[in-house]
């Protein structure tokens, strides 16, 4: 019964390597995003889809590719591995709303690039 | 300097205790939500406050929101070991969809 649901929640890999981490939220929403958490706790937003289309891509390098197959997945691929990856990936997702809404987070995936 | 700083970053209090923690912003906003992570875990959604709003209660939490000065507060009465975790702000800006923007985070340690 879990809202917001993301796998694997620790990924260990080399550099080089590409990795994906899955969302699946079922709240019904129909916008979601992915947030990293750096190790200073410092949060940002990378991507929001609503509706399966892209609406936010902040400044993050095109080795990040979200992929939205329906309204309830947004999945994270990161190819070519760097150090600095290494953080924590957050997925959340929300209903569209002009005054904002609730966001509600998933449980994190840590991801460790050695 | 960041949209969202939460002031003090640490603070340490006896259980039982009132914490307050501020957040402060630059932008005009829709929302303000505050969220309590645990070490190694998650973000749990604490609570919403819209930019016509001043203050709502969530059980022994009081958030208050004063636009003109650009900030908001959270207050956790009588306080609880459990309550140990980190606290941030995030603000949706107007006109900037659901883009939450984060503080910098409060570190509450509650001691027995």
């Known amino acids: 019964d879990t809202a917001v649901s993301q796998t694997p929640k620790y990924l260990v890999t080399q550099m080089g390597n590409d990795k994906s981490i899955k969302c699946e939220q079922n709240?019904?929403?129909?916008?979601m995003y992915w947030y990293k958490q750096d190790s200073k706790k410092f949060l940002k937003i990378m991507f929001s889809?609503?509706?399966?289309?892209?609406?936010i891509n902040e400044t993050v390098p095109n080795r990040f590719s979200p992929k939205s197959p329906d309204k309830a997945h947004l999945n994270l691929h990161i190819n070519s591995l760097e150090l600095g990856d290494s953080a924590v990936y957050f997925c959340?997702?929300?209903?569209?709303?002009?005054?904002?809404?609730?966001?509600?987070f998933g449980e994190g995936s840590w991801l460790t690039v050695v | 300097s960041q949209q969202g700083e939460e002031d003090p970053q640490a603070l340490s209090i006896q259980e039982g205790e009132n914490a307050t923690m501020n957040c402060s912003y630059k932008t005009s906003i829709n929302n303000l939500q505050w969220y309590r992570q645990n070490s190694g875990r998650g973000l749990v959604h604490l609570i919403l406050i819209r930019s016509n709003e001043r203050e709502k209660h969530s059980g022994r939490l009081r958030v208050t929101l004063d636009t003109s000065k650009k900030s908001s507060s959270l207050l956790i009465t009588a306080s609880r070991a459990a309550d140990t975790a980190s606290y941030f702000c995030a603000t949706s800006p107007t006109g900037g969809g659901n883009k939450l923007t984060f503080g910098t985070g409060t570190q509450l340690k509650v001691e027995l």
């Open positions: 889809y609503n509706n399966k289309e892209l609406i």
């Open positions: 709240l019904g929403h129909d916008t």
């Open positions: 959340a997702s929300s209903l569209t709303g002009s005054s904002g809404n609730t966001i509600y």
